[in-house]
């Protein structure tokens, strides 16, 4: 028996296996955001053979200033539904599914890529940049929770599977979750309950948009690994709170450490994290971290650590990662 080749079920989404590809950002879109031919052969070549059931697209932008790099693919404007439909359909005929991650970058960018001073949950220091923010007033908040409903329409117009929303790898969302940058003193601030009440905001606006059976999915960053930063016990009560909210999957990484732990050459190093989460959770979890071997992805979902795999660095680096992980256990 191959844990790993199972099918799942999740509400509409059927995935052919546990494997997943984790978003991971290109940098080969148009200089104004929108889908290069480069995405297309990119994903193309992917997905190539539907081995990996579902596929998540890097990270985009939903509005300018949310805008985290240079040449980020933009989920900003209904311009770009078009082409992201092109996208959604190379993937989809080469049989995998496609989720789109949505994100705002906070204060993890800078004046030079998005022409204004960057915004976040308070005015102190990003850890990883070093920049101080201007911090969000109300409207500003509301306007950012539409910007995400809209660009989650989008995502929807555009043919995908799902969509992901985006607070891990210290990014707006994960200012908003992480004490560390969260100072406010308002509804926003404060315990964990009002740290996720922006994603809660989001949640619902993104389901009444969508509609019941189109999944959503978060990526929760869901430990900082920082003295005063968020810890497993906030990501516990987040994760429940999120599956009331109508998330259908949770996709779990790290907080302001990013997607790797230093010195970690542990296959699934956020295990620890996946494991204290589906306690705590009926819905499917993702684990992704440095996961190499097909065997290690096997002995993570036997011993019960996630639902499913995600495998980043391996499958950017080899193509045919999936084919041969795949062939290998039938």
Not at 263 to 283: C, D, N, R, W
Request: charged share 25%.
């Amino acid at each position: 028996m191959s844990y790993l080749l199972e099918p799942l079920q999740v509400g509409t989404l059927r995935l052919s296996n546990r494997l997943v590809m984790p978003p991971m950002a290109t940098a080969k879109s148009e200089s104004d955001g929108e889908v290069s031919q480069a995405i297309l052969d990119y994903y193309m070549e992917k997905s190539e053979g539907g081995y990996i059931a579902l596929i998540i697209i890097e990270h985009s932008f939903i509005k300018q200033e949310g805008k985290a790099s240079e040449q980020q693919l933009s989920i900003s404007n209904d311009s770009v539904v078009k082409d992201l439909r092109e996208l959604a359909d190379v993937i989809h005929r080469n049989g995998s599914k496609a989720i789109m991650q949505i994100n705002h970058a906070g204060s993890a960018t800078t004046e030079e890529i998005i022409g204004t001073t960057p915004v976040g949950p308070s005015a102190v220091a990003n850890p990883r940049k070093g920049n101080v923010p201007h911090e969000l007033t109300d409207e500003e908040i509301e306007d950012i929770i539409d910007a995400f409903c809209n660009a989650a329409r989008r995502v929807k117009e555009a043919g995908f599977d799902g969509v992901e929303i985006h607070s891990a790898h210290g990014y707006l969302l994960n200012q908003f979750f992480s004490p560390l940058t969260n100072k406010r003193a308002d509804e926003y601030g404060g315990d964990v309950h009002n740290r996720i009440r922006i994603h809660l905001k989001i949640i619902k606006a993104v389901r009444t948009v969508v509609g019941e059976g189109f999944p959503i999915l978060l990526r929760l960053g869901a430990s900082d690994y920082m003295s005063g930063g968020t810890t497993i016990e906030d990501s516990k009560i987040a994760a429940r709170e999120f599956e009331k909210a109508g998330v259908n999957i949770l996709d779990i990484s790290g907080g302001f450490l990013g997607y790797t732990i230093p010195g970690s050459t542990e296959q699934g190093y956020f295990a620890p994290l996946t494991e204290a989460i589906k306690k705590v959770v009926s819905i499917p979890v993702i684990l992704t971290g440095g996961i190499t071997e097909v065997q290690a992805a096997e002995q993570l979902l036997a011993e019960g650590k996630a639902d499913l795999i995600g495998v980043g660095r391996a499958i950017f680096k080899d193509s045919k990662w999936a084919q041969k992980a795949m062939e290998s256990l039938r």
